[in-house]
């Protein structure tokens, strides 16, 4: 068991279309982050939310956008979808997004056709 | 902004072999360092960290790695590999102001141990 809970656990979409991910952070945990990890690629970091705000963001256009809840889960957004953004797509809580490492989620897999 | 570099994009070994894997890091500053592993169709999971002091750190499944801040290096070892070893093995490293913080991967080394 991770911990973490991630929803779906697979997707398929159509180029254009709009998707959301959602994410149950681990009991006691307040950070979420969220990363995006294609093929044969390590995860690569995509933004943090901490307090219900966008606390850091990676180098991501702003089709990719979030929200924290007061119950600390979040959703990822990514709108106007491109082939591109194929991958597994990742949840990962922490304390305060400090110091401990990350707990991460099994992930979404997103399909573009 | 900090990056990782992990130079072995996929080892084969025997079991009972020897396992080092390499990661080399570029922040200037204060890091904290980490590596992960996911098995197949599994989560990423904890295998050590270092934040500071004995630079050598020990983990879980017999797992080590030494710090040398001299080198910005982070490498793995195991002394003797079985075959549930097999995975992908992630180097992370988060630095300490800014936008470092946030944890940033390298690319993986796939390790395959045959029986």
């Known amino acids: 068991d991770a911990g973490v809970t991630q929803s779906p656990t697979h997707l398929i979409k159509t180029r254009g279309q709009q998707v959301t991910l959602r994410c149950s952070p681990k009991?006691?945990?307040?950070?979420v982050s969220w990363y995006q990890q294609a093929l044969g690629q390590g995860p690569q970091f995509i933004f943090q939310?901490?307090?219900?705000?966008?606390?850091q963001r990676g180098n991501f256009p702003d089709r990719f956008s979030g929200h924290q809840f007061p119950n600390y889960s979040s959703e990822l957004n990514v709108n106007a979808l491109l082939l591109g953004d194929s991958a597994l797509y990742l949840c990962?809580?922490?304390?305060?997004?400090?110091?401990?490492?990350?707990?991460f989620g099994s992930g979404t897999r997103l399909t573009v056709v | 902004a900090q990056s990782v570099s992990q130079h072995n994009h996929h080892v084969i070994l025997s079991e009972a072999a020897s396992l080092e894997l390499g990661c080399n890091y570029s922040y200037g500053g204060t890091v904290n360092l980490f590596w992960y592993v996911q098995y197949p169709g599994q989560h990423l999971q904890l295998l050590l960290k270092y934040f500071s002091g004995d630079p050598l750190v020990k983990g879980i499944k017999g797992f080590e790695a030494e710090f040398i801040k001299s080198k910005f290096s982070f490498n793995l070892r195991k002394p003797s590999v079985q075959w549930s070893d097999t995975a992908e093995y992630f180097c992370?490293?988060?630095?300490?102001?800014?936008?470092?913080?946030?944890?940033?991967f390298g690319s993986g080394t796939q390790l395959t141990v045959l029986p």
């Open positions: 009991s006691g945990h307040d950070t």
């Open positions: 990962a809580s922490s304390l305060g997004g400090l110091g401990d490492g990350y707990t």
């Open positions: 939310y901490y307090e219900e705000e966008e606390r």
């Open positions: 992370a490293v988060k630095g300490s102001s800014g936008s470092a913080r946030q944890l940033t």
